[in-house]
């Protein structure tokens, strides 16, 4: 082989080296630019998804979320948001307030012994009732009985203003009401197990399934958002106008259940009949109004009390 032929080979395959390294240097490139790419995406993902976790952690749950729920107000309502009910003869020209708490235990004790003698000036069209329904309970002793109860509530208006009083009085009952420690209202299968001694609700599947589902739960944020209302910061309270009504206290001494009840009864009529004259049968005042009470007010009308 001559000279220039070796020298030839030598420079050819120098060349076939050279371009070979070009090629590994390329394909390192393209690896490294892979492998980048792939970890910004990787990045990307992990960061999105932390970010989604992370939103998904601070989205409020439970009743923090119902204030953000859609607002579904029930039936014989009225009102901003359906925040007014008032129940009763619609001709009746008087209105009392009455402002309770469902976990109460003083409401407890003043529906037991002298709640039937509101509903019946009710029903014989004495005066309309405009109830506001606190739950500043769940706040003092923990839990969210109140609210439950008062969204149920809501599902019994739903029904009529009739289902709404009876199963108030069914939640308030000696049978059924907790002690305010115990959060059992908390708890639908509770206020379903009241429900049922309310003939309108029993069996009802539509009530249920609003209980359950918390159809009225928004709605009963926004009633509770009513606290302080008129400077009303406790319950029972009644009111007429923005005069407060108040009733002779019990003696502290020993009687019967029979007794107390006899004695509340009396002290809340004496306080009505103050406030709003005699009832029908005392010198006049109020009208039966038989299967016509506890109907609601029309639709739009102004509630006298402001």
Not at 49 to 56: E, L, R, S, Y
Not at 161 to 188: G, I, N, V, W
Not at 233 to 245: A, D, E, V
Not at 258 to 274: C, G, S, T, W
Request: net charge positive.
């Amino acid at each position: 082989m001559t000279n220039r032929n070796t020298q030839a080979n030598k420079q050819a395959a120098r060349e076939r080296i050279r371009a070979e390294r070009e090629r590994e240097k390329k394909k390192e490139r393209l690896r490294r630019q892979l492998v980048v790419a792939v970890s910004v995406v990787g990045a990307l993902a992990v960061a999105g998804g932390i970010g989604f976790a992370v939103m998904k952690a601070n989205e409020p749950t439970g009743w923090e979320a119902a204030k953000e729920a859609k607002l579904v107000t029930p039936a014989h309502t009225q009102g901003k948001n359906g925040t007014e009910i008032l129940i009763g003869d619609k001709s009746a020209k008087e209105t009392l307030e009455v402002f309770e708490d469902v976990r109460c235990p003083a409401c407890a004790g003043f529906e037991q012994s002298a709640g039937e003698e509101l509903v019946k000036d009710i029903h014989e069209g004495r005066f309309k009732v405009r109830f506001t329904l606190y739950s500043f309970i769940d706040t003092l002793q923990g839990g969210e009985g109140s609210k439950n109860a008062l969204s149920a509530l809501g599902a019994a208006l739903n029904v009529s203003p009739d289902a709404f009083l009876k199963y108030k009085s069914a939640l308030y009952s000696a049978k059924y009401h907790p002690d305010e420690r115990e959060d059992l209202y908390a708890k639908d299968s509770e206020l379903l197990k009241a429900a049922a001694d309310v003939p309108e609700l029993k069996a009802n599947a539509a009530f249920e399934k609003a209980v359950r589902s918390g159809t009225y739960d928004r709605w009963a944020m926004e009633m509770t958002a009513l606290f302080g209302r008129k400077g009303v910061r406790g319950t029972p309270t009644f009111m007429h106008g923005n005069k407060k009504l108040t009733m002779d206290k019990i003696p502290q001494q020993q009687m019967t259940q029979a007794q107390y009840n006899e004695l509340a009864r009396a002290n809340f009529r004496k306080m009505i009949d103050k406030e709003f004259g005699p009832a029908a049968g005392k010198d006049g005042g109020g009208k039966d109004t038989g299967k016509d009470g506890g109907q609601g007010i029309a639709k739009g009308e102004k509630d006298p009390t402001g």
